[in-house]
């Protein structure tokens, strides 16, 4: 069979018409010979999401943004993804748009839901959010940072004219003699320190001996502390305590008339038996003195005794005068 020209050329038509389809199609980052999936996820701000932008899945590109579309009623915007479906999503996987560097710019990132065994169909809407990047993340940070900034600068402003309205002439020259009697009296310190100094080494002997002789003492002390110590004082203390205890036992009794010595110290009736005994005791050795005769009789010659006479206080008197 012979191929006119016309078919060669018909050939060569249709094969330029489609080399340029796929061409266009590959310019536009879709590929005639793979299968992809279209699915939607919905924001309120897309974040400066641009067309083509990367569509990632754990970090590997999986597709890119096809287009995006705005809602007149509700103002929201509809993000198509173009995925291959060599990736399956489930139905409860998460659209994120996020920053992966300072410089990039923004991509959406599909966080899968392994658990969830629902595979998402061509055409759903998946769950989105917006994941703050470095740059906002900073700015949310520093804003307070600057308002305090600023608070504390106005704070600032506030000292420094509260010092220059303090810092007049008068004061400043108050100052400078208050630093000038400073150093003065620094230097007569210093002065002082030097002769402490030369007190110190005048005496170093001195006081080597005072160290020594404080030493001494302190190893007297410890000797006698351990003296004491093997004196076991406890029981020292104790055997005290029980002879107190006895002593004021003995005193009670004495106090309360208990016994021979309690008696005779609370009992008035033996103190006036006591007492009489005493007088009687006394007139007894006085009578003796004055007439011995009474008691002892010699005579020669056969005299008779005298008649007995009771000494009486005036007797006594009289002697006494």
């Known amino acids: 069979m012979k191929v006119t020209r016309e078919i060669k050329t018909a050939i060569l038509v249709i094969a330029s018409i489609l080399l340029f389809?796929?061409?266009?199609s590959f310019l536009k980052g879709k590929d005639l010979f793979t299968n992809y999936t279209i699915l939607y996820a919905e924001y309120d701000n897309v974040e400066d999401l641009s067309l083509s932008a990367p569509v990632t899945l754990n970090g590997l590109a999986i597709g890119k943004v096809n287009k995006i579309t705005i809602d007149e009623v509700t103002g929201k915007l509809l993000v198509e993804?173009?995925?291959k479906t060599d990736f399956p999503?489930?139905?409860?996987?998460?659209?994120?748009?996020?920053?992966?560097?300072?410089?990039?710019?923004?991509?959406?990132k599909?966080?899968?839901?392994?658990?969830?065994?629902?595979?998402?169909e061509d055409g759903e809407k998946l769950a989105?959010?917006?994941?703050?990047?470095?740059?906002?993340s900073l700015g949310g940070k520093i804003e307070p940072i600057q308002q305090k900034l600023d608070k504390m600068l106005v704070n600032i402003d506030v000292l420094v004219t509260g010092l220059n309205n303090t810092l007049d002439k008068n004061t400043q020259e108050n100052l400078k003699k208050t630093i000038a009697e400073l150093s003065q009296t620094m230097a007569q310190f210093h002065k002082a320190s030097g002769s402490?100094?030369?007190?110190?080494?005048?005496?170093?002997?001195?006081?080597?001996?005072?160290?020594?002789?404080?030493?001494?003492v302190s190893n007297n002390f410890n000797k006698i502390s351990d003296s004491l110590n093997k004196a076991d004082l406890g029981k020292t203390v104790r055997n005290l305590n029980q002879t107190?205890?006895?002593?004021d036992g003995l005193m009670a009794n004495l106090n309360s008339g208990k016994g021979t010595a309690g008696k005779l110290l609370n009992d008035d009736a033996l103190y006036n038996n006591l007492a009489k005994t005493s007088k009687e005791l006394e007139l007894l050795l006085q009578d003796v003195r004055?007439?011995?005769?009474?008691?002892?009789?010699v005579s020669l010659f056969g005299k008779k005794n005298k008649p007995y006479v009771a000494p009486t206080e005036n007797t006594n008197s009289t002697d006494k005068k």
């Not at 389809?21 to 266009?24: A, E, H, L, N």
């Not at 409860?92 to 992966?100: E, F, G, K, L, R």
């Open 244 to 247: 107190l205890a006895k002593v």
């Open 128 to 136: 989105s959010t917006v994941e703050l990047g470095l740059t906002e």
């Open 21 to 24: 389809i796929w061409g266009y």
């Open 290 to 297: 004055l007439y011995p005769t009474r008691y002892v009789n």
């Open 110 to 120: 599909i966080v899968p839901n392994f658990t969830d065994k629902n595979l998402a």
């Open 89 to 108: 999503i489930s139905k409860t996987s998460t659209a994120v748009i996020y920053s992966p560097s300072l410089i990039a710019g923004k991509q959406i």
């Open 196 to 216: 402490l100094n030369n007190i110190l080494d005048t005496n170093k002997g001195q006081i080597n001996g005072m160290v020594s002789n404080f030493n001494k």
């Open 81 to 83: 993804l173009q995925l």
